[in-house]
T-cell receptor, first 112, second 111 residues
Framework: QKEVEQNSGPLSVPEGAIASLNCTYSDRGSQSFFWYRQYSGKSPELIMSIYSNGDKEDGRFTAQLNKASQYVSLLIRDSQPSDSATYLC????????????FGSGTRLLVRP | DGGITQSPKYLFRKEGQNVTLSCEQNLNHDAMYWYRQDPGQGLRLIYYSQIVNDFQKGDIAEGYSVSREKKESFPLTVTSAQKNPTAFYLCASDLDTGELFFGEGSRLTVL
């Protein structure tokens, strides 16, 4: 079964620290990788997409992809209490261009 | 403003009833999706549609039905055959890239 795995957390970091969220996936042929943020009781919103090995930076967010090791991570620099949310990793599996597989999410708590 | 509108936000269903959740988008996206989310879980795909008048089953389609008569609309019916329908239902759309735009969701509770 194709899977995307995340530590459920909560991951607790102090304000201003770097939060590191990790995700592993089982399908070696996966090509597209996404991070969605979901506040409690709300719908997810896309914050990062990454398609190639290496790092992709967008403001305080950096996505890192290592296809050989089958993991993707999200770093949040200068974490703010407003970053407290659940972060969902999603992977586009090789056998379906139209179907994302979501992890169960990591809950992040940023302490003031 | 472009976006996805889901209604109703909250819905209560009695045993044996069918209910329909509405999803409308004005983003001009071809692809639309319905996901289900249970507490502490990720999203599971119910149905998706890439073009008008065509749709495909996702991983948990049993007990659900959809239609796609217009590009803008993708309603989901939760039938009485769905044994455990209490969940948060999310409609999304995209340009077949995986970069999904979500509606605000519909929370269904079975009484």
């Amino acid at each position: 079964q194709k899977e995307v795995e995340q530590n459920s957390g909560p991951l607790s970091v102090p304000e201003g620290a770097i939060a590191s969220l990790n995700c592993t996936y089982s399908d070696r042929g996966s090509q597209s990788f996404f991070w969605y943020r979901q506040y409690s009781g709300k719908s997810p919103e896309l914050i990062m997409s990454i398609y190639s090995n290496g790092d992709k930076e967008d403001g305080r967010f950096t996505a890192q992809l290592n296809k050989a090791s089958q993991y993707v991570s999200l770093l949040i620099r200068d974490s703010q209490p407003s970053d407290s949310a659940t972060y969902l990793c999603a992977v586009n599996m090789m056998d379906s261009s139209y179907k994302l597989i979501f992890g169960s999410g990591t809950r992040l708590l940023v302490r003031p | 403003d472009g976006g996805i509108t889901q209604s109703p936000k909250y819905l209560f269903r009695k045993e044996g009833q069918n209910v329909t959740l509405s999803c409308e988008q004005n983003l001009n996206h071809d692809a639309m999706y319905w996901y289900r989310q249970d507490p502490g879980q990720g999203l599971r795909l119910i149905y998706y549609s890439q073009i008008v008048n065509d749709f495909q089953k996702g991983d948990i389609a049993e007990g659900y039905s959809v239609s796609r008569e217009k590009k803008e609309s993708f309603p989901l019916t939760v039938t009485s055959a769905q044994k455990n329908p209490t969940a948060f239902y999310l409609c999304a759309s995209d340009l077949d890239t995986g970069e999904l735009f979500f509606g605000e969701g519909s929370r269904l509770t079975v009484l």
